[in-house]
């Protein structure tokens, strides 16, 4: 499985961006898709994750309300819409593929396959 992530740029607190995923085989309705990200000096963090082609979906606190993951199985792509981003969303987002069970959802070793990331900067 090949994850490719784009969408990344720069944005304006408050403003929106929306990150795709593209998978080279069908993932979204066999494995957990999740986003994570990593802040310059920070460890890599959880942001969401999406189960069961989105018949469950799991988030961080810090963007529950605000983020939306979804995917497009036709298309092999999983998406992240982030909304009144916040400088604090300034980080490199990934997205990752991998069969955790629910306890472990958060937990970036529970991936095996990881996209090569896309920036994302929200100035105040």
């Known amino acids: 499985v090949q994850l490719q992530a784009s969408g990344g740029g720069w944005v304006q607190a408050g403003g929106s961006l929306r990150l795709s995923c593209a998978s080279s085989v069908r993932t979204f309705n066999t494995y957990t898709i999740a986003w994570f990200r990593q802040a310059p000096g920070k460890e890599r963090e959880f942001v969401a994750a999406?189960?069961?082609?989105?018949?469950?979906?799991y988030y961080a606190d810090s963007v529950k309300g605000r983020f939306t993951i979804s995917g497009d199985n036709a298309k092999n792509t999983v998406y992240l819409q982030m909304n009144s981003l916040k400088p604090e969303d300034t980080a490199v987002y990934y997205c990752?593929?991998?069969?955790?069970?629910?306890?472990?959802?958060?937990?970036?070793?529970?991936?095996?396959?990881w996209g090569q990331g896309t920036l994302v900067t929200v100035s105040s």
């Open positions: 990752a593929a991998g069969r955790p069970i629910t306890s472990t959802i958060r937990a970036s070793t529970s991936y095996y396959y």
């Open positions: 999406s189960k069961w082609s989105g018949s469950t979906t």
